[in-house]
């Protein structure tokens, strides 16, 4: 009878190798290629084991799925063994199968040091333009005009909220017939300037501590249809969705965390979000979307007000100041 081929064994030894060269050096590549970054992502050492884990199995029903597989898979092994190939080759090889399994044992167990991969930073600020160090939120001291443009609006009735929150407050209007629209902010602040509205005596002060409570309720509102989802109710980085990121949302009640920053600093990340990271951000990055592309510049900066006045914080000084 002629002896049948020994291809089996050789294409489970090329189907090892081909997976790992492809998770070890493939998806590297391919994530710069993806990315666009200078360099290549990582890929975990649990997911190379996993890889191969799986692979392995796979081809340990494929060989044993019948006693012809098995024996086509071991008969180069036997051949070898007894030395078919000559006793050379076989020495060679009971000397170096050894040698590498023993190397690679010693490669997972003894201690290194390295470098690693990327610098991952807190605050990766290499592209934060400087001309935005010195920002400061236009909402949190509003000047003279905008008070006196605020009173001659709620003197008329017209005040105007951001879009997003006008579909709700005209229901409310219709439901609960408030002598006034801003009666939906039932603040301290809000209710002595509405008080003062009636007698027809608001001062500026009075004015400027209900502008700044009508431009909160609306950063809250925004920040909840934007921002709670990630970062929590609280601000905590807790929010419904955190669990599913690898690098879970920023805790803004930390006091390591946008306290440490300039307003300006706070703008630009809000603005630009993950994408516009610099290098030193990967791999993990963030999963902040672009705000700039659905959000005005004024709707960030009433969230970025909203955000440190939930968080109880206060942001950092520019060092000019």
């Given amino acids: 009878m002629q002896e049948k081929g020994n291809k089996r064994f050789w294409w489970v030894v090329l189907t090892l190798v081909v997976v790992y060269a492809a998770i070890k050096w493939g998806v590297p590549a391919l994530s710069r290629w993806i990315t666009t970054l200078p360099f290549p992502l990582p890929v975990p050492g649990t997911l190379m084991f996993m890889y191969m884990a799986v692979t392995l199995i796979a081809l340990f029903l494929l060989v044993t799925f019948s006693e012809e597989h098995l024996e086509e898979f071991l008969r180069p092994i036997r051949t070898f063994l007894a030395g078919g190939y000559g006793r050379i080759p076989r020495a060679i090889g009971l000397v170096i199968v050894p040698l590498v399994a023993a190397w690679q044992v010693w490669a997972l167990t003894v201690p290194q040091v390295e470098l690693p991969t990327a610098l991952r930073i807190q605050h990766p600020s290499s592209n934060f333009p400087k001309k935005m160090e010195a920002l400061q939120n236009p909402f949190a001291n509003p000047s003279d005009a905008a008070i006196d443009a605020f009173i ?170």
Wanted: glycine content about 8%; overall charge negative; hydrophobic content about 35%.
């Fill in 152 to 321: 001659e609006r709620a003197k008329s009735g017209k005040v105007r909220f951001v879009p997003q929150l006008r579909e709700d407050i005209d229901r409310w209007v219709e439901e609960a017939g408030p002598d006034h629209v801003l009666e939906a902010i039932p603040t301290a602040p809000m209710r002595r300037f509405l008080a003062a509205l009636k007698t027809g005596k608001v001062d500026r002060n009075t004015a400027r501590a209900a502008l700044i409570e009508k431009t909160l309720f609306e950063g809250r509102a925004l920040y909840a249809m934007n921002c709670r989802p990630c970062h929590g109710d609280s601000t905590a980085g807790d929010g419904p969705m955190a669990d599913g990121f690898k690098l879970r949302p920023i805790n803004f009640t930390d006091n390591g965390t946008i306290e440490t920053i300039v307003v300006g600093y706070t703008f630009w990340r809000v603005t630009n979000g993950g994408p516009g990271l610099p290098p030193e951000a990967t791999p993990w990055d963030s999963a902040m979307p672009e705000w700039k592309l659905s959000l005005t510049e004024e709707e960030r900066w009433k969230i970025i007000l909203a955000e440190y006045d939930l968080a109880e914080k206060t942001p950092r000084i520019p060092e000019k100041h």
